[in-house]
């Protein structure tokens, strides 16, 4: 659980329905214990999912907002402005709220950031009055702001000179739109997520030329990006080739050509490696009769406890050994 005190918080309004940007003039009262809660929940919530990472040196707009304090309330509220303008007339892409906060947690650790709190449509009872008589009805009221809890699609979190972002890509007529590129001026980061899709993807095809069976080629792969992460916070893809391919080198020239072609560097830095940790610690296997079954990466090769075994005609079985019954 993040736990900080609030130095410095501004809300601003970002309402495309109405067609209003409104900025505060003001922060809030640094003392407001739902602010508080609902900041704490929300920063916890962005940094346990997948975000990437920037320089703060290379974002002029965030350090604009991180050095100069004294203009913390200026400075967001320009951002908030630049952002609405963006986006006033892009239809896929939300209106909300723009929270800006200044805080430090129990270590004495400034933080910086920001988290774009869309909003959701709901219905509600209003109370209302026909001449003098009450009539209860049901509206709907499209600015109702997310749980904390609530992913964040867009935000941001600094720490000394790192930026944590959190950045939703969107088809803004027919172009890729980011609050990463387009707000913060960052060039595009791949996320963790998609370099080791391009990853099991050049290992399935590599598998499928340049071995007999590549049944397990999934499986081996993700235990791969599993050890390599909780090694070394990377994705080493050396590592990879040599626990999959093992003694067929043809395959593991082959297949670092292939992820040289397609932009995958040797090595993948992983920023918040326990959410891979826990991601890849586990591996869905579905069978071709329909089951599935989830086993732990680092049984997968015990054949004391599950064993993949080819059949004459080319299918694979896979047997469970040592199921203790509770």
């Not at 952002?83 to 929270?99: E, P, R, S, V, Y």
């Not at 993948?268 to 610690?281: D, H, S």
Request: with cysteine.
């Amino acid at each position: 659980m993040v736990t900080m005190r609030i130095v410095e918080a501004v809300v601003h309004v970002m309402d495309k329905d109405s067609g209003n940007v409104v900025v505060s003039h003001k922060a809030v009262d640094p003392s407001d214990v739902v602010m508080e809660e609902y900041l704490q929940k929300a920063i916890e919530k962005l940094m346990k999912t997948e975000y990437t990472e920037a320089n703060l040196a290379d974002c002029r707009v965030v350090a604009n907002l991180v050095n100069h304090p004294a203009d913390f309330v200026a400075n967001s509220a320009q951002i908030s402005l630049d952002f609405f303008d963006a986006i006033k007339g892009a239809t896929k892409i939300n209106g909300g709220d723009l929270l800006f906060f200044r805080a430090q947690n129990d270590d004495l650790v400034d933080m910086t950031g920001m988290i774009k709190l869309d909003y959701n449509a709901k219905y509600l009872h209003s109370i209302e009055y026909d001449e003098d008589l009450l009539v209860n009805t049901i509206i709907q009221n499209k600015t109702i702001l997310p749980a904390p809890v609530t992913t964040v699609k867009d935000g941001f979190l600094v720490m000394g000179d790192t930026i944590r972002i959190q950045s939703k890509k969107y088809d803004n007529n027919g172009e890729d739109w980011t609050f990463a590129q387009n707000i913060l001026q960052i060039p595009v980061v791949k996320k963790v997520s998609e370099e080791i899709k391009v990853i099991e993807r050049t290992v399935k095809e590599t598998a499928k030329k340049y071995t007999e069976n590549d049944v397990l080629t999934v499986p081996e792969t993700h235990k791969a990006v599993y050890e390599s992460i909780k090694k070394d916070e990377q994705i080493d893809s050396e590592y990879v080739a040599e626990k999959v391919f093992q003694d067929n080198p043809e395959a593991k020239v082959a297949f670092r050509e292939k992820l040289k072609e397609r932009g995958v560097s040797e090595t993948v830095r992983v920023p918040n490696a326990p959410i891979f940790e826990k991601k890849y610690q586990k591996q869905k296997i579905k069978l071709g009769n329909g089951i599935e079954m989830t086993v732990p990466v680092d049984v997968l090769k015990n054949k004391d406890v599950v064993e993949f075994r080819t059949n004459p005609d080319g299918t694979m079985s896979v047997i469970v050994k040592n199921v203790e019954r509770e």
